[in-house]
Structure formats: structure tokens, C-alpha cells
């Protein structure tokens, strides 16, 4: 593991955590790259040493948000809460989202520096917030990123909530838009209620790095806004990339985030150089997060070893300049004629791929029950049911809980309950994906 610090950047760390050894002949090697920025005290400091932060607030407010009348109360509300979080300096805004986008403040095309009289501003706009008309997300999306691009801020972030189906949009101007602001800002999205579509609000978090959740209840909204804001506010560095170097012959096959959520980032690699593609992770501040690196190299004799990739964290430089690389650490490859050798499966790659598969079988599950196989739904829950039981995903079990019946957690012997609340089947689909960690020993 090395480590290196930029001037006034948090402190990044790299782990590799993986079986090294390979049997004669084999090619794929599996390792879990825990990456840990640390400087949590310093983040106010940094934050604004390295060009502060700015956000745009998207607020569903289309005729369904009035039905019942708590949802726009509600939104009106949370909205307010994450105001009062910004830090002083801040850059924001707020957007009104139906069939189009509309400034609710400050408008003219500007952000506005959060203090004192702007945040009391922002909360007198909001009171003029009603209900009424579509949902068209694309639009929301482009005025806060035609928003956003103007912000000199290193940390630039959106917070859209919705509470209705994209019905006023063809889905393909939705994957353009996202294609398009993908690495401009980060976005946190939240589904209210239970009328909107899980894989709409999941896919926008998903391209634009940010989480994903539902709150069935309006009241909690402004808990979940602050705690959101409050995130953001701790975010100490931006477009930080997982540079991923193989020697010649290698190759990378796939690389996931796992924890705290699995995101499969395989697709979204861009070359930085002959050897090297970079992989966004987004903004970061006070935390943790762990990838699965799979790297297909060419196959060896017994007592052959290679270096089988390098994983570096790299964000850019100032103009002219090379990416400052923050951490980094070696995956190995040893091929070797000991079974027990390499047979042995690393701990944090078997938990790792366990959960991954819990969030698979969980999507696949819920998409059979839907479709009326009971058979299929039966067997991908039990199973889920089954890998939470054994990864100590307590959450994820209580969660499946609400849609089937448990009968042995152990085995994954289950029965599918006749009548599941639409908030329980939603919340377990958003939440499939989030993680737990390696249990210590």
C-alpha cells in the first residue's frame, strides 16, 4: 500500500485484498480494492480551498405531487431543511420540475452564495411552489447542469426528488441527457411516495454517482433532505478516477464498486493512456469504498509471477499539468502447483461476490414475482434470503421479510406472501444494491 497527500487534499489509502495465487494454466485474477479518504476535520477548510462546492436543488412539482397534498407540503418543507444545511458560500439553487423546468430561485441563470439573506430568499420562493402539469426529468437535468457549468466550484452536485413516472419524455432524451451531464456534476435522487419507477430513479443516481432511496412517507423528507445536503457539505475533492494499468497481454474484465453499494462501473472507462483506462468514483469526502477488480492475464508455469495490475487514484491537475495521483496499490498474480494454494478464496472477494449476487437475485426475484412467476420469484428471493442470512446483511433480511415468508433463512427456504404493500416491494428493490462489509473477526 503507498500513499500520497496533495497540498491541502484529504489523504487517500489503498488496499488490495486478494488470493495471489493462481493453479498452472489459469488466467483470472479477482481482488477488492478498498480506497479510504481520511481529513474529515478539514473538510469545511478544504472544500473551499479547493473551489467550494455548488448545488441545484429539482423539485418534482407536477400534478400528481397535490395527491395527497402532504407531498407538496413535504417538498416544500425538505427543500427548505437542505437551504438552512448549506454552508455559508455555498453556490444554489432551487428548480421546479414538470413537463419543463422552471428557476424558482434566484433565477436569470444564476446561482446564488448561501448566507444568511439568500437562504431566507430561497425559503420565501419556495412558498410559491405549486403543483401542476407532467414530468419530463431530461429538462430538470439540463437547466441544472446549463447551471451547474457556469459554477467555478470544485464539488458540483444536483438533488432531484420526483414522485411520478417520466411520462412526458421519451426515454431515450432521458439516457441522452444523463450521457450528457455524466461526469459534469453528481446527482442524489429520491423516489416519494409509491407511484414513480424504480429503475428511472436508481438509473439517474446510478449515471450521475449519487444514491438512490425511496421515502414513501412525505413527513420524513426533510430528515432524508439534511441528511443529503449534509453529505454534500463534507464532500472535500471531486472527479476523483480509479486508474487501472495493465501490463501487455492483460486485461481488464470488469470492475464494480461493492460497498457501501454495488455500481458496475465496467462500461464507463475512459483510456488515459496505452496500458491505463480511468474509472469515475465521483466526489469524495470522510469515507470508505471497495471495488472488485477482475483482471483476465496470460496464462504461466508453476513459480511464474507477474504484476497483474497497478490501482491508482488519480483527479486531475492544474492546466498543463499531470493528474495527481493520491494512492495507490499492486494486484499480483503467482501461479503456483499447491492446491490448497489456490484454491483458497480471499475473504473479501467471496463476501464481495456474494453480496453482488444478493443484489442480482433480489432484481430478479421481484421481476418474476411481477411477471407471475412464482416459481422463479420463490427461488431468486429464497436465495437472497439466504446470502443475507450468511453476510450478516441485516438490513437487506428484514427488507426481504416483507415480501416473503421466511421458513429457513439458512437453506433459503421461503414462500412468497400473498399480498405485499407497494412501499415494502419498492423499498427492497431500491435498496438491492446497497452493502454491508466484511465482518471482523
Excluded at 163 to 191: M, Q, S, W, Y
Excluded at 263 to 272: K, M, V
Excluded at 350 to 357: C, D, P, S, V
Amino acid at each position: 500500500m503507498a500513499n500520497f497527500a496533495k497540498p491541502s487534499a484529504p489523504r487517500f489509502s489503498v488496499e488490495v485484498y486478494q488470493n495471489e495465487f493462481l493453479a498452472e494454466g489459469a488466467r483470472d485474477v479477482h481482488a477488492i480494492v478498498t480506497v479510504t479518504s481520511t481529513g474529515g476535520a478539514t473538510a469545511t477548510r478544504t472544500a473551499v480551498a479547493l473551489g467550494g462546492a455548488a448545488v441545484v436543488i429539482m423539485v418534482d412539482c407536477s400534478g400528481s405531487m397535490e395527491y395527497p397534498p402532504d407531498k407538496m407540503r413535504g417538498a416544500r418543507e425538505a427543500t427548505a431543511a437542505a437551504v438552512d444545511t448549506l454552508r455559508d458560500g455555498t453556490a444554489f439553487a432551487v428548480i421546479a420540475g414538470t413537463h419543463g423546468a422552471k428557476e424558482v430561485f434566484p433565477r436569470r441563470g444564476l446561482l446564488a452564495i448561501a448566507d444568511a439573506t439568500t437562504r431566507a430568499q430561497a425559503k420565501e420562493a419556495l412558498r410559491g411552489l405549486t403543483s401542476g402539469g407532467g414530468t419530463a426529468i431530461g429538462t430538470w437535468l439540463r437547466l441544472a447542469d446549463g447551471l451547474l457549468h457556469g459554477s467555478t466550484a470544485a464539488i458540483r452536485h444536483g438533488i432531484l426528488l420526483t414522485d411520478g413516472r417520466n411520462e412526458h419524455e421519451d426515454p431515450a432524451v432521458l439516457r441522452a441527457t444523463l450521457d450528457a451531464c455524466a461526469g459534469r456534476f453528481t446527482c442524489d435522487a429520491r423516489g416519494v411516495g409509491t407511484d414513480w419507477e424504480v429503475k428511472e430513479v436508481t438509473g439517474i443516481a446510478s449515471a450521475l454517482l449519487g444514491t438512490a432511496d425511496i421515502v414513501a412517507d412525505p413527513a420524513r423528507l426533510s430528515a432524508d433532505f439534511t441528511h443529503m445536503m449534509e453529505n454534500v457539505m463534507g464532500k472535500e475533492v471531486a472527479d476523483v478516477s480509479l486508474r487501472l494499468w495493465t501490463p501487455v497481454g492483460a486485461e481488464i474484465l470488469y470492475v464494480k464498486q461493492v460497498a457501501p453499494a454495488v455500481q458496475d462501473l465496467t462500461g464507463r472507462r475512459t483510456e488515459a493512456s496505452p496500458r491505463a483506462g480511468d474509472y469515475p468514483t465521483g466526489s469524495w469526502g470522510d469515507e470508505s469504498r471497495e471495488y472488485h477488480v477482475c483482471v483476465r492475464v496470460p496464462g504461466a508455469a508453476v513459480g511464474q509471477e507477474m504484476l497483474a495490475a497497478r490501482a491508482a487514484l488519480v483527479m486531475p491537475g492544474a492546466p498543463g499539468e499531470d493528474p495527481a495521483v493520491l494512492a495507490q496499490g499492486l494486484v499480483r498474480a503467482v501461479w503456483t502447483d499447491d492446491l490448497a494454494a489456490s484454491t483458497a478464496i480471499n475473504p473479501q472477494v467471496a463476501h464481495y461476490t456474494g453480496q453482488a449476487e444478493l443484489a442480482q437475485a433480489i432484481q430478479q426475484g421481484l421481476e418474476a414475482r411481477k411477471l407471475g412467476d412464482v416459481g422463479g420469484a420463490t427461488a431468486k428471493l429464497g436465495r437472497a434470503v439466504q446470502l443475507a442470512s450468511s453476510s450478516g446483511n441485516a438490513d437487506t433480511a428484514k427488507l426481504l421479510a416483507k415480501v416473503v415468508d421466511v421458513v429457513d433463512a439458512a437453506a433459503g427456504t421461503v414462500r412468497l406472501k400473498a399480498k405485499v404493500a407497494d412501499a415494502d416491494e419498492m423499498t427492497l428493490e431500491t435498496r438491492s444494491t446497497q452493502t454491508v462489509r466484511v465482518r471482523k473477526s
